[in-house]
């Protein structure tokens, strides 16, 4: 431990644990304004936790001295879903799947998904009515998940969707809600919730099995989806590929990582522009003007100016991901401090994000600030949604495609204004950063 370094008063077992938990975001944007550049707090009698939050110091966690650190236990209980995939691996064998499936997530092979991206927003919609009442968050959620599953196995699956979708919604669930808790009931005990959760993973690891196996046996069919990509991904050196085991632990890693993360950042977005109706206004003339009315595609995105300072204010404001740790490996400096093996470093993008130093009014929702250079001009990670270094987000560009598709699809044809505007909507930071208790909205049809 760390004497000289700073930090909020805690108790004397429990430390900071109770503070933070009561409210993480408050407990860690106080943290950062009383205390500077690295705060120390403990979670109990042993465990040493160090807030950066100087972007520079952040840079060397990520990047140039990440070699130092590891990812932090809190991603362990993923394990139980996606195995050893690229989001919970580690060293050479992170290194080797980050290269088998960088290709996949190019931005020209990921353009190929527009149109799916496209076609399940107009799918929705036809569902909803003028003037309907709805939980936008669990529209977000499922519209989400049919493009992913879809983009992953592509069309025409013989196994039934549904059932797949609900199964992966049970694993989504169990790793959320177990992640956040900080009771561990090990998974052989039968609770309600442990049951349900080993059927629903007997049943999608013998799906995603059954398909990676009549996959197997008809290669070369032409097949562009991401599951292709990953049966077909071959490594430099030595011409391997990927085991069957390792291909179903990476598409539960590519659901566990791009389902909730996007839908979250939808639903935030909607939100932010049913209480701003004047950049609501700016948006629909920007659709007008660029797309007519009809459904965007992939090309028209760099020309969505609008959309795309929506997309980037919404994500500085309500970050999915708001905040990562790494564990210390071998003593390491940061920020001319030294840290220890088992301490762990936090850097919290919702801190960053409304830290005043870099932005003017940090809590209010102004997407023209980033109309000119502000995101070059900013140091490199006041500004980090999907983390950065070696282990940025892989699928960032599929996300920020799927986001402006969505957005300017469902704007063209709907307005959401809030069901109970008197009602604030909290933000819940669990493993991501949702609306607490869902967005109750009603649907305005457009002329
Ligand atoms: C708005 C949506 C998203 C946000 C905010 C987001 C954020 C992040 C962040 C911050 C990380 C780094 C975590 C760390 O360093 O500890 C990450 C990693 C990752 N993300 Fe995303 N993500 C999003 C969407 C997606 C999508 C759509 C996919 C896949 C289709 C995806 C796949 C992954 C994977 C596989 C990793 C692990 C990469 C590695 O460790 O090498 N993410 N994401």
């Given at each position: 431990m760390n004497l000289t370094i700073p930090g909020p008063k805690g108790l004397p077992i429990s430390g900071n644990l109770l503070a933070f938990?009561?409210?993480?975001?408050?407990?860690?944007?106080?943290?950062?304004?009383?205390h500077g550049d690295i705060v120390h707090f403990r979670f109990g009698p042993q465990r040493h936790i160090y807030l950066l939050t100087n972007p520079d110091h952040i840079k060397e966690v990520l990047v140039s001295k990440q070699a130092h650190f590891r990812k932090a236990k809190g991603l362990q209980v993923a394990k139980v879903v996606v195995g050893?995939?690229?989001?919970?691996?580690?060293?050479?064998?992170?290194?080797?799947?980050?290269?088998?499936?960088?290709?996949?997530?190019?931005?020209?092979?990921?353009?190929?998904?527009?149109?799916?991206?496209?076609?399940?927003?107009?799918?929705?919609m036809d569902q909803w009515r003028d003037q309907e009442e709805r939980n936008i968050h669990d529209d977000m959620m499922k519209v989400t998940l049919a493009i992913i599953t879809e983009t992953m196995f592509g069309k025409g699956l013989k196994q039934d969707t549904d059932k797949i979708g609900q199964a992966i919604e049970v694993g989504l669930h169990y790793v959320?809600?177990?992640?956040?808790?900080?009771?561990?009931?090990?998974?052989?005990?039968?609770?309600?919730?442990?049951?349900?959760?080993?059927?629903?993973?007997?049943m999608l690891d013998k799906a995603i099995y059954d398909i990676i196996d009549e996959r197997r046996k008809r290669e070369?069919?032409?097949?562009?989806?991401?599951?292709?990509?990953?049966?077909?991904?071959?490594?430099?050196?030595?011409?391997?590929?990927?085991?069957?085991?390792?291909?179903?632990?990476?598409?539960?890693?590519?659901?566990?990582?791009?389902?909730?993360?996007?839908?979250?950042?939808?639903?935030?977005?909607?939100?932010?522009?049913?209480?701003?109706?004047?950049?609501?206004?700016?948006?629909?003339?920007?659709?007008?003007?660029?797309?007519?009315?009809?459904?965007?595609?992939?090309?028209?995105?760099?020309r969505l100016s609008y959309v795309?300072?929506?997309?980037?204010?919404?994500?500085?404001?309500?970050?999915?991901?708001?905040?990562?740790?790494?564990?210390?490996?071998?003593?390491?400096?940061?920020?001319?401090?030294?840290?220890?093996?088992?301490?762990?470093?936090?850097?919290?993008?919702?801190?960053?994000?409304?830290?005043?130093?870099?932005y003017e009014n940090p809590d209010q929702f102004i997407p023209e600030r980033f109309a000119g250079d502000l995101l070059k001009k900013l140091p490199s990670f006041a500004y980090?949604?999907?983390?950065?270094?070696?282990?940025?987000?892989?699928?960032?560009?599929?996300?920020?495609?799927?986001?402006?598709?969505?957005?300017?699809t469902i704007a063209q044809r709907f307005r959401i204004r809030l069901a109970h505007p008197d009602r604030p909507v909290e933000p819940e930071p669990l493993v991501t950063l949702r609306p607490k208790n869902g967005l109750q909205v009603v649907l305005e049809k457009r002329p």
């Open positions: 938990r009561r409210d993480p975001l408050g407990f860690l944007q106080e943290a950062a304004r009383e050893e995939g690229i989001l919970t691996s580690e060293g050479k064998k992170h290194l080797r799947q980050r290269r088998l499936m960088q290709p996949a997530f190019h931005r020209e092979r990921i353009a190929s998904y527009g149109q799916t991206m496209v076609d399940h927003a107009l799918v929705m959320s809600t177990k992640a956040s808790s900080f009771i561990d009931i090990p998974l052989s005990v039968p609770t309600r919730s442990n049951v349900r959760f080993r059927e629903a993973a007997e070369g069919e032409g097949r562009t989806d991401l599951l292709a990509m990953l049966l077909a991904a071959r490594d430099e050196d030595d011409g391997t590929g990927m085991t069957d085991q390792q291909v179903r632990d990476e598409v539960m890693t590519i659901f566990l990582a791009g389902h909730e993360t996007t839908a979250n950042t939808m639903s935030w977005i909607w939100y932010l522009l049913a209480t701003h109706p004047e950049a609501e206004q700016k948006l629909h003339s920007e659709l007008q003007e660029v797309l007519g009315g009809r459904p965007p595609v992939v090309d028209d995105i760099p795309n300072q929506i997309i980037t204010e919404a994500m500085r404001l309500y970050p999915a991901a708001w905040a990562i740790s790494r564990e210390v490996v071998d003593e390491v400096e940061i920020g001319g401090q030294k840290f220890q093996p088992g301490e762990t470093l936090m850097m919290s993008q919702y801190v960053m994000h409304r830290n005043p130093k870099y980090f949604p999907f983390g950065g270094g070696p282990r940025v987000c892989i699928g960032n560009n599929f996300a920020l495609m799927e986001t402006a598709l969505l957005l300017s």
